[in-house]
């Protein structure tokens, strides 16, 4: 059994889902072991304790516990290969309220649309297989798909970018870039080579409920197309569009044109970036824009500095009908800057560090978010493979 992580695969390393990231990013950290009969198995997980403190009149704090656990397999045939992949989480656990975080939106606890917060993922993260089969010299066609599973839309989820590894909150322009990472049915279909790929898929677009322990009823009612360049091995670039069925509970009747782009660069030697932009557009209403930037820099085995700037247009933070505020649209700024310091504890790494940030806003919010609201965390994360 391997206690690390495999070396670069010869094309570019795979993302969540069906993406892809720059071939330097290498194979996901974990266990790799054989399974006999020409299987291979990977395990890779994570428990992350945090404890948030969200300053001002709408913030909060927290204790609380994120998790993941994946479990895959995979056999190479002759001219083909098929993956079985599993993810799931505990987070369920937690209130379906989530944890604080400033400025975020998107899906519901306890019939109520959840503001300056994010939502515990669910129990099912991704049930699928994917199978690829060799149609010319370094040419694949592929297919994905299962009950759970994510579609061809965006860039990778941010829990499997290698520069947002050590930051524990997760984006406030989630439900922009990535909030389908966890969609109930989904079926794409793909041709790629070394350093190009295309895709399509059918899927749900209706987002999780807040029942976060099933499996919600499959269906295809939703379609997205991506194009990804990978054009040496430390970037990545992918742009996608999708249409989505009424994804959102909070906006019943309203379908959504969904565009992302992002580049993605790893240097291969401990500095990972990601750049990306989102737009969404509802059908009927507003075409809402999301920016961002973030990076991880691994400048030992042991420290490591990461940040993320984020700017969104948002038109949720007042979901009360009779506010004054209601569906006005604030274009509102997250910098956030954090440090960690890595210990290796066996097969896993065990990174203890924290964050800080603020917000640029317009004047029209001081009143309900104060003048300088500010977020902390303090965190400690026990990573499977280092």
Same mark, same amino acid.
């Given at each position: 059994?391997?206690?690390?992580?495999?070396?670069?695969?010869?094309?570019?390393?795979?993302?969540?889902?069906?993406?892809?990231?720059?071939?330097?990013?290498?194979?996901?950290?974990?266990?790799?072991?054989?399974?006999?009969?020409?299987?291979?198995?990977?395990?890779?997980?994570?428990?992350?304790?945090?404890?948030?403190?969200?300053?001002?009149?709408?913030?909060?704090?927290?204790?609380?516990?994120?998790?993941?656990?994946?479990?895959?397999?995979?056999?190479?045939?002759?001219?083909?290969?098929?993956?079985?992949?599993?993810?799931?989480?505990?987070?369920?656990?937690?209130?379906?309220?989530?944890?604080? +975080?400033?400025?975020?939106?998107?899906?519901?606890?306890?019939?109520?649309?959840?503001?300056?917060?994010?939502?515990?993922?669910?129990?099912?993260?991704?049930?699928?297989?994917?199978?690829?089969?060799?149609?010319?010299?370094?040419?694949?066609?592929?297919?994905?798909?299962?009950?759970?599973?994510?579609?061809?839309?965006?860039?990778?989820?941010?829990?499997?970018?290698?520069?947002?590894?050590?930051?524990?909150?997760?984006?406030?322009?989630?439900?922009?870039?990535?909030?389908?990472?966890?969609?109930?049915?989904?079926?794409?279909?793909?041709?790629?080579?070394?350093?190009?790929?295309?895709?399509?898929?059918?899927?749900?677009?209706?987002?999780?409920?807040?029942?976060?322990?099933?499996?919600?009823?499959?269906?295809?009612?939703?379609?997205?197309?991506?194009?990804?360049?990978?054009?040496?091995?430390?970037?990545?670039?992918?742009?996608?569009?999708?249409?989505?069925?009424?994804?959102?509970?909070?906006?019943?009747?309203?379908?959504?044109?969904?565009?992302?782009?992002?580049?993605?660069?790893?240097?291969? +030697?401990?500095?990972?970036?990601?750049?990306?932009?989102?737009?969404?557009?509802?059908?009927?209403?507003?075409?809402?824009?999301?920016?961002?930037?973030?990076?991880?820099?691994?400048?030992?085995?042991?420290?490591?500095?990461?940040?993320?700037?984020? +700017?969104?247009?948002?038109?949720?933070?007042?979901?009360?009908?009779?506010?004054?505020?209601?569906?006005?649209?604030?274009?509102?700024?997250?910098?956030?800057?954090?440090?960690?310091?890595?210990?290796?504890?066996?097969?896993?790494?065990?990174?203890?560090?924290?964050?800080?940030?603020?917000?640029?806003?317009?004047?029209?919010?001081?009143?309900?978010?104060?003048?300088?609201?500010?977020?902390?965390?303090?965190?400690?994360?026990? +990573?499977?493979?280092?």
């Amino acid at each position: 059994m391997d206690h690390s992580a495999h070396t670069a695969p010869q094309g570019p390393a795979e993302g969540s889902g069906t993406s892809r990231l720059p071939q330097a990013e290498g194979m996901m950290p974990g266990l790799h072991f054989d399974l006999g009969g020409g299987w291979m198995g990977m395990a890779h997980g994570y428990l992350w304790g945090v404890y948030t403190d969200q300053t001002g009149p709408r913030g909060d704090d927290k204790l609380y516990v994120q998790s993941m656990a994946m479990l895959s397999a995979e056999k190479q045939f002759d001219g083909a290969r098929l993956q079985l992949r599993s993810m799931m989480s505990a987070e369920p656990l937690m209130n379906n309220r989530g944890y604080p +975080n400033l400025f975020a939106t998107g899906e519901t606890a306890n019939g109520e649309p959840l503001v300056d917060r994010q939502h515990p993922h669910d129990l099912f993260m991704e049930l699928a297989a994917r199978v690829d089969v060799d149609i010319a010299d370094g040419t694949t066609a592929f297919v994905y798909g299962g009950p759970v599973g994510e579609p061809a839309l965006g860039p990778p989820a941010f829990m499997h970018r290698a520069s947002a590894k050590l930051n524990p909150e997760a984006p406030i322009t989630h439900h922009w870039f990535d909030s389908t990472h966890i969609t109930y049915g989904v079926v794409t279909a793909g041709v790629a080579g070394k350093v190009w790929q295309l895709e399509a898929s059918a899927f749900r677009g209706e987002e999780p409920d807040e029942d976060r322990w099933d499996i919600e009823a499959p269906r295809l009612d939703s379609w997205s197309v991506r194009a990804t360049l990978n054009p040496s091995p430390h970037w990545a670039m992918q742009v996608s569009h999708a249409q989505l069925d009424q994804p959102e509970p909070t906006h019943p009747g309203q379908d959504e044109a969904r565009t992302t782009a992002s580049v993605h660069y790893n240097s291969g +030697n401990g500095l990972a970036a990601t750049a990306a932009f989102s737009a969404k557009n509802r059908n009927p209403g507003d075409t809402l824009n999301a920016w961002l930037a973030e990076a991880n820099w691994d400048i030992t085995k042991r420290h490591t500095v990461f940040g993320r700037v984020e +700017n969104v247009e948002n038109d949720e933070l007042f979901p009360d009908h009779d506010d004054p505020l209601h569906d006005q649209m604030f274009r509102v700024t997250k910098l956030q800057a954090g440090y960690a310091y890595t210990l290796p504890v066996g097969p896993f790494g065990l990174s203890l560090g924290g964050t800080v940030a603020t917000f640029i806003k317009p004047d029209a919010l001081d009143a309900v978010y104060g003048d300088n609201p500010m977020g902390y965390t303090v965190f400690a994360k026990l +990573n499977l493979g280092r």
